[in-house]
């Protein structure tokens, strides 16, 4: 019988794991390794399998900010206790322009980030095109470059740090797949994929955008799991040279060009760094490519076996090449991710079951940079069973009430 039981060892649940070790040491987390070939895979999947993903402070939502702010502020104690470093803080700029149809995205981001006392400077175009010369923005970009411990982490090492260091303080991983739980008298029964069955006195549900597919919070959560591509650039040894100082960079491109137009192509780059297979590779995504939504464990499996299509490739490609126009590129792979975006714009970080299930899931697009900190916050809440103002100080628990399909 253990104490507590995380299903899902992604971000979220290995930070839970992490901290609900410091008070118990008969802890259990239950979830599958990466597997080694997406293609061939007939297991579950998850969106961590990454080496880059932007953390900072600014933002144009204070809670999602201020979740970013108290995981960064964990990352060193993090690195020291596991000895696996993870965090690489090379600085983040958000560019837009200084057009009534944008100014708001950096005056937004700007307020919040004083309101935090995040450590940042604005750049007019001029100093844009003076600091980074290999970046083409427009002729009326604005930035705002945060320092400090903006930059980015690798997803992939976060989680082992996390669970080095809960399994240091006693805990068991299990490498599993959880089917069902269960409600005893006085427990909860977990059945696995490998027809294991385990018991713990509360069980914290951290499984991502396989949550619905599974039925494991009783009722359907209200979000919508969507598709997400990103490019991995190669680039020759001159480019790499060349960007060596790059920040983490969220760059609204304009579709045709025009800064005065509203549309636009929500772009992030993640700077170069060294992937399991050796190479060095440059990471874009697009933020409003995500019309593909998944409703059953069949579509989602398919969409992480498959990939992206060669159109979308092509389309990330090119935007690339727009920012960063005198690249060299070796080779180019894309990859496929998914996201979970809940009704509220907010985590769901719940009571399921009173003093038996409790959930901390739905990044919305957020979770590489405020994982650590919603993975606490769900910890606590299973800890003392009810939200306490000690949980969320800054917040009230209504934010992060889960809402259930009608």
Same mark, same amino acid.
């Given at each position: ?210 949550? /619905?597919?599974?039925?494991? @919070? +009783?009722? &359907? ?7 997400? %591509?990103? !490019?991995?650039?190669? =680039? ?64 989602? /499996?398919?969409?992480?076996? @498959? +990939?992206? &299509? ?7 490609? %090119?935007? !690339?090449?727009?920012? =960063? ?82």
């Amino acid at each position: 019988m253990f104490d507590f039981a995380v299903i899902g060892k992604g971000l979220i649940g290995a930070s839970a794991a992490r901290s609900l070790a410091s008070v118990s040491d008969n802890v259990a987390v239950i979830g599958p390794d990466e597997p080694a070939h997406l293609a061939t895979h007939d297991g579950i999947f998850a969106s961590h399998y990454d080496q880059g993903r932007i953390t900072r402070v600014l933002d144009e939502n204070l809670l999602w900010a201020t979740l970013a702010q108290r995981s960064i502020q964990t990352y060193g104690e993090i690195e020291k206790e596991s000895g696996i470093r993870f965090h690489y803080p090379a600085g983040a700029m958000r560019v837009g322009h200084d057009t009534s149809a944008h100014r708001a995205y950096i005056t937004n981001n700007c307020r919040i980030g004083t309101q935090l006392g995040a450590t940042f400077q604005d750049y007019d175009t001029q100093t844009l095109e003076d600091k980074f010369p290999y970046f083409q923005f427009s002729s009326k970009a604005i930035a705002l470059h945060e320092t400090g411990g903006a930059g980015f982490i690798n997803p992939r090492a976060l989680i082992q740090a996390q669970l080095k260091i809960a399994e240091f303080k006693g805990a068991t991983i299990l490498r599993d797949i959880v089917k069902n739980v269960e409600i005893e008298a006085d427990h909860c029964r977990i059945d696995t994929h490998n027809g294991q069955i385990y018991e713990a006195r509360k069980v914290l549900i951290a499984t991502g955008a396989f949550t /619905n597919f599974f039925a494991l @919070t +009783g009722r &359907s959560l209200d979000w919508k799991v969507v598709a997400e %591509s990103i !490019l991995l650039a190669e =680039l020759s040894e001159a480019s790499l040279e060349r960007i060596r100082t790059m920040p983490s960079l969220m760059y609204r491109v304009p579709v045709d060009g025009d800064p005065e137009n509203p549309n636009y192509w929500p772009a992030y780059l993640v700077p170069p760094t060294v992937y399991p297979d050796g190479r060095t590779y440059l990471k874009i995504g697009i933020g409003n490519q995500r019309d593909r939504i998944f409703t059953s464990l069949s579509e989602i /499996n398919h969409w992480f076996r @498959t +990939g992206p &299509s060669a159109a979308t490739h092509d389309h990330l490609l %090119s935007v !690339l090449m727009q920012i =960063l126009p005198d690249l060299e590129i070796c080779s180019t792979q894309a990859h496929p991710c998914a996201l979970t975006f809940t009704a509220t714009n907010h985590p769901y970080i719940d009571v399921v079951e009173p003093q038996k299930i409790f959930m901390a899931v739905g990044g919305c697009g957020y979770a590489g940079k405020s994982a650590v900190e919603i993975g606490r916050i769900g910890a606590q809440l299973a800890i003392q069973g009810h939200w306490t103002e000690a949980i969320a100080p800054v917040r009230k628990s209504d934010d992060f009430r889960a809402a259930y399909v009608a």
